[in-house]
């Protein structure tokens, strides 16, 4: 679809949900459903960056998923290895960064060779896909204010500078803001993901399941993203008839 009429997001950010639903009422396994999952971020990432979108961040192990039965979450390690060289791939090719949000420790030293690699690889691109891997909202805060403690007491920062501009330097990585969050299988939740990146962000909840979400399901969500009226607190004179 052409975009040229469309609102384009900076940066969007995407919950791939639905993955187990998805095989599970098609007689598969959750197996199948994730592996259907991770041929879509591929194909879709790809979509997506050659729309214009900036930056793209995506949610694909969240660090409460280790509550899951260990042969689900070691299938879903396996294929974050097995399949970052596919992701490498085109990123290489469509000149991408790839860089990882999460905490490191709890993952394989496999998985975190695969991540380090990826990530040096592509460190000289300016689009950025960032991975969001062993995640969460809150470890990122905490993780974050322990860096800004550490700063302090170094004295490399004085507590008086910081502010809601430079917080995000704390963060996993310091992305722009969030512009339209999406979260495949229609569940209204963020479930503990970006919480501090997305205060402002569009919101768009689809029914599809992730693996069924394709380059047509997105184009409807920048649609609906270019209709919504984003006031930031502020109001847009032009639009109000008093
Ligand atoms: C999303 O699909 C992938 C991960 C959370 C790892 P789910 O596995 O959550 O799929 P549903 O929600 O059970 O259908
Ligand atoms: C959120 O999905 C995490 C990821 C998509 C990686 P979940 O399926 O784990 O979330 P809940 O449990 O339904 O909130
Ligand atoms: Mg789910």
């Known amino acids: 679809m052409d975009y040229s009429n469309l ?3 900076n940066h969007v950010a995407l919950i791939v949900d639905g993955n187990g639903r998805w095989a599970t009422e098609r007689g598969l396994s959750r197996s199948k459903g994730h592996e259907q999952g991770f041929v879509n971020v591929k194909k879709l990432s790809r979509y997506i960056f050659s729309k214009g979108i900036n930056y793209l961040s995506a949610y694909l192990f969240s660090t409460e ?3 899951r039965s260990k042969a689900e979450v070691d299938f879903l390690m396996n294929l974050l290895t097995g399949r970052m060289k596919d992701i490498l791939d085109f990123c290489r090719e469509d000149k991408i960064k790839v860089v990882f949000s999460g905490r490191r420790e709890g993952l394989s030293d496999k998985v975190m060779k695969t991540i380090l690699e990826i990530e040096d690889e592509t460190k000289d691109y300016d689009k950025v896909f960032n991975l969001c891997f062993n995640y969460g ?3 990122e805060i905490v993780d974050a204010t322990k860096k800004i403690v550490n700063d302090v007491e170094s004295g490399k920062l004085n507590i008086d500078d910081l502010n809601e501009d430079n917080y995000s330097h704390y963060l996993y990585q310091d992305l722009p803001p969030v512009d339209l969050l999406i979260r ?5 939740r963020l479930s503990n993901f970006l919480l ?3 205060s402002y962000a569009e919101f768009y909840f689809p029914k599809t399941y992730f693996p069924d979400f394709d380059e047509k399901e997105f ?5 609906e993203y270019t209709k919504r009226d984003r006031r930031f607190g502020g109001i847009n004179y032009e639009d109000k008839s008093n």
């Open 7 to 9: 609102k384009v997001p």
């Open 219 to 223: 184009d409807k969500a920048i649609i």
């Open 137 to 139: 909202g809150h470890a």
């Open 184 to 188: 495949t299988s229609g569940e209204m």
């Open 196 to 198: 501090w990146q997305v």
């Open 65 to 67: 998923n280790f509550k």
